[in-house]
């Protein structure tokens, strides 16, 4: 199957990405670089994205369903890709708080050396993740990581790569597992004769443009891989050249740790030996005090970058999972070619949303004259949905009965007076149903006020989107 | 009334208006108890974090600063509480055709997640304190922690006895506990071990795990599923409000708790050292709160992304094959298939299922039927489609 070489992959990026984790957060802590440090965090992101995406791969294979999870595991990417950033947002907050730390208490780097080899090390790992993955770009990975924080550690570089691109699941994935394996339902239905067999063909559209945005959520991320690895190494480089540190048997002073704000202390504790001291005047001072401060400076700037590239996968997981209309989808549009169809005569309950990826579910009531009528209707139906890209559809049919011919607006099965004010955001429902008496024989008002039914009433509470 | 337009349905608050705006959010914030007293706790932990950084910067205390930034930190739970309270009630328009109503169950899981994050790095912390025992210094710290501890009290106080839904999922009932504690304080005395670190070190997991309220006794409002006909507009918009803050509140609750016993913790574990020179105390003591810390969440955690998963609910789990037996059962379907139960929010059940009938069957008859049986059950909306069977 296509999709082995994939997990093959995604492992054996996992596994280097975490040793090089260990190695960084090791380093971090030697030289006491904050940039070391972020990028570190960076890395164990990147794992985690990771092990979200080999999640994701593993159990959008079996979209079986279970009694327990009747859509299959199909949203977990979704979920992976909230929870990835959420802890992005974290660790941004954690290191821009270490950062403000060090400016009030700035802090030397110590081997610098060994940061600059490992900063070395990891933009080669990083390099090799990105070809590693490069073939396989459109294979259901784009990591919109981005920006990492100023990253110490190159050898987070090379982790960096391959996490990122396991991060845009949500368009990637599905795309790529829909070509997998089959999925459920066509079988099911092609079982009975149902009004309308669904088929899924136009999965190919889905498959460009989520790899195009997957590619460039690649790109991205190895881009700000790429950054972070610069900075650190320029970090350690100015260090090593530019600091002249106080060596351990010469007398010096360390003019630029102030003594009362440390507890523990890495350097020279002679500040204070020395300020009482006669020899004051002619010792060595330690190197120019800026360089301590552009550490954590980097660090900033990396964290910005790592924000504003995490936003948009934060917006669009939440997006998601907050059962919003997918972007593409015009719900006025699809309400009005709905109703143009013959035999429908209203629709009510229209609700369209996206379980993962390409992945869109539509809900509806339909009226209709009869149930005769009911069944070459809902064929067409299910072809109009099934032209606008929505696959997995419920069409619940609602027939006319004799005495409510006038009141083609309302919902017949007393959905609307039982169900509405029981709904958690359709407390307005209930003064709507109240309007759309008023409403006239045509269908077309009906349509347009049936989408704004909450509205009308007046609250307090606005949707100020 | 006729709409004018097909745009009148957009009515928005000008957007040109930031005023106007930040004025609509103040009003509906204050307009509901559970976002209210977020909106209010969040101040007082604001003020208290400030009055701290201040303190220490005047005296240069790097303790007191970075536990000044672990109270910020934690601010920003109990924003993303205030934040997701505020959007679930917006109402729904057309690119939300079931409103914001996910916010709440969102909000809650981010909550757990920064709890679990925060849990994590305690542990860290423990762990490397533990290997290179730091300098402790007390002196400073344990006012500004009892201080802390007492604001956290006061958060607890608050939100138990404010906002309640009560649901016990397992049994079936359809109460929905609202656990709000709001995490008050923080008192964390901040132990100064070697660099920067972060600020969590005297978080105290609470040993909230099993949902054991203590005040709960006089609950109104109960959502029962047993019977929803009857229920009058005025009970369910009640339920409706305290359901709908459940995770919220719960998260929220969790960090005040998580924060309360590392106030607690920070103390105890000072009082050891002072007294008995117990230099492990304080390592231990993180690492127990840590781990405390991460198993409280579970709950919470498992339940959000139940939700998230679009999982069948759980309360619903055991009746649901009963139902589909009933449905079956009824003259003329022959299957009932592809079945799809959620939950939209807490109490609010959704679901979809496709009935294959005879071709003679009487589909009205069926249809109102089924739909009969499950808004027994408490499933709000519900779409049955009707599938003929070829003979």
Not at chain 1, 60 to 89: P, S, Y
Not at chain 1, 103 to 128: M, Y
Request: hydrophobic fraction near 40%; glycine fraction near 8%.
């Amino acid at each position: 199957m296509a999709c082995a070489p994939n997990r093959v992959r995604l492992m054996c990026m996992l596994s280097l990405t975490f040793a090089f984790f260990i190695v960084e957060v090791v380093v971090s802590r030697i030289t006491a670089s904050l940039s070391m440090l972020s990028d570190s965090f960076h890395m164990l992101s990147d794992v985690i994205a990771l092990i979200v995406a080999l999640v994701a791969v593993r159990f959008a294979e079996k979209t079986q369903a279970t009694d327990k999870n009747t859509f299959g595991w199909i949203r977990a990417e979704v979920m992976g890709a909230l929870v990835n950033a959420v802890f992005l947002t974290a660790l941004c907050c954690t290191i821009v708080l270490e950062a403000i730390e060090r400016f009030t208490e700035a802090r030397e780097i110590e081997r610098p050396q060994v940061l600059a080899g490992v900063g070395l090390a990891g933009l080669l790992v990083n390099l090799l993740g990105l070809c590693l993955f490069h073939g396989h770009a459109g294979g259901g990975h784009g990591h919109s990581h981005g920006g990492k924080k100023g990253k110490g550690a190159k050898s987070h570089r090379a982790g960096n790569g391959t996490p990122g691109e396991t991060n845009n699941l949500v368009g990637n994935h599905s795309s790529s597992t829909d070509a997998c394996q089959t999925d459920v339902s066509p079988k099911e239905s092609s079982e009975v004769q149902i009004n309308g067999g669904a088929q899924y063909e136009d999965v190919d559209n889905e498959h460009n443009t989520s790899s195009q945005l997957n590619m460039r959520g690649v790109f991205l991320h190895v881009l700000g891989d790429a950054l972070g690895s610069v900075i650190v190494v320029i970090n350690a480089l100015i260090f090593i050249f530019v600091w002249q540190p106080c060596n351990k048997d010469e007398l010096c002073v360390n003019p630029c740790i102030d003594s009362h704000a440390t507890d523990h202390y890495h350097g020279n504790h002679t500040l204070l030996d020395l300020r009482g001291s006669p020899t004051a005047a002619s010792a060595k001072m330690a190197g120019p005090c800026w360089v301590l401060y552009l550490d954590p400076t980097l660090c900033l700037i990396m964290v910005c970058i790592l924000l504003y590239t995490t936003y948009p996968l934060l917006k669009e997981s939440a997006l998601i999972l907050l059962q919003t209309v997918p972007k593409q989808i015009n719900i006025h549009r699809l309400n009005e070619r709905l109703l143009n169809l013959d035999g429908v005569l209203a629709i009510h309950e229209l609700h369209v949303w996206q379980l993962a990826g390409s992945r869109i579910i539509a809900t509806a009531h339909i009226k209709c004259h009869d149930p005769t009528s009911y069944m070459e209707v809902a064929k067409r139906i299910k072809d109009f949905f099934h032209n606008e890209g929505i696959h997995a559809t419920t069409i619940q049919p609602e027939f006319v009965t004799f005495s409510s011919e006038s009141q083609d607006s309302l919902c017949e099965l007393s959905c609307r007076t039982q169900c509405a004010p029981k709904l958690c955001c359709g407390a307005g429902d209930k003064k709507a149903a109240g309007d759309l008496r008023a409403i006239g024989e045509s269908p077309e008002p009906a349509a347009v006020f049936l989408v704004q039914p909450q509205v009308i009433v007046t609250s307090e509470v606005e949707s100020s989107l | 009334m006729l709409p004018l337009s097909i745009k009148d349905d957009e009515y928005k608050p000008a957007k040109f208006s930031l005023l106007l705006k930040l004025s609509g959010w103040i009003r509906s914030i204050l307009a509901d108890t559970t976002s209210r007293n977020l909106f209010f706790f969040l101040c007082l932990n604001l003020s208290f974090a400030f009055v701290e950084l201040s303190y220490g910067v005047w005296s240069n205390s790097l303790g007191l600063i970075s536990d000044s930034f672990h109270m910020f930190f934690d601010c920003t739970a109990l924003l993303a509480g205030l934040a997701a309270s505020v959007i679930s009630r917006w109402r729904s328009n057309d690119s939300f055709s079931y409103g914001y109503v996910r916010a709440e169950v969102i909000g809650g899981f981010v909550n757990g997640l920064f709890l679990i994050f925060t849990a994590f790095f305690i542990f860290s912390e423990g762990v490397e304190r533990a290997l290179e025992p730091p300098d402790v210094h007390h002196e400073r710290l344990l006012p500004v922690s009892v201080a802390g501890l007492l604001v956290n009290l006061v958060g607890i106080f608050v939100f138990q006895h404010g906002g309640h839904g009560h649901s016990h999922a397992d049994h079936g009932h359809g109460h929905s506990h609202s656990l709000f504690n709001g995490s008050a304080g923080h008192g964390h005395a901040h132990h100064d071990s070697h660099h920067g670190h972060a600020h969590h070190d005297s978080h105290h997991g609470h040993s909230h795990g099993g949902h054991a309220h203590d005040g709960h006794g006089g609950h109104e409002g109960h959502a029962h599923h047993g019977g929803h006909q009857g229920h009058s507009h005025h009970d369910l918009d009640d339920e409706r409000r305290l359901g709908s803050s459940k995770q919220i509140l719960q998260g929220v609750l969790l960090h005040i708790m998580a924060d309360t016993l590392g106030s607690v913790g920070v103390i105890v574990s000072a009082l050891l050292m002072q007294n008995y020179n117990l230099m492990i105390a304080d390592p231990i003591c993180s690492m127990l709160i840590a781990v405390l810390i991460g198993v409280s969440v579970v709950p919470l955690l498992r339940e959000s992304i139940g939700i998230l998963m679009q999982r069948t609910p759980p309360s619903l789990e055991r009746a649901l094959p009963e139902c589909y037996q009933r449905v079956q059962q009824l003259e003329g379907v022959y299957n009932v298939q592809q079945p799809h139960f959620w939950t939209l929010c807490t109490d609010v059940y959704v679901g979809t299922l496709k009935v294959v009938v005879a071709p003679d069957a009487d589909a009205r008859w069926i249809l109102s039927q089924t739909h009969n049986i499950f808004t027994q059950m408490g499933v709000r909306q519900l779409y049955v489609q009707i599938d003929m069977a070829a003979m």
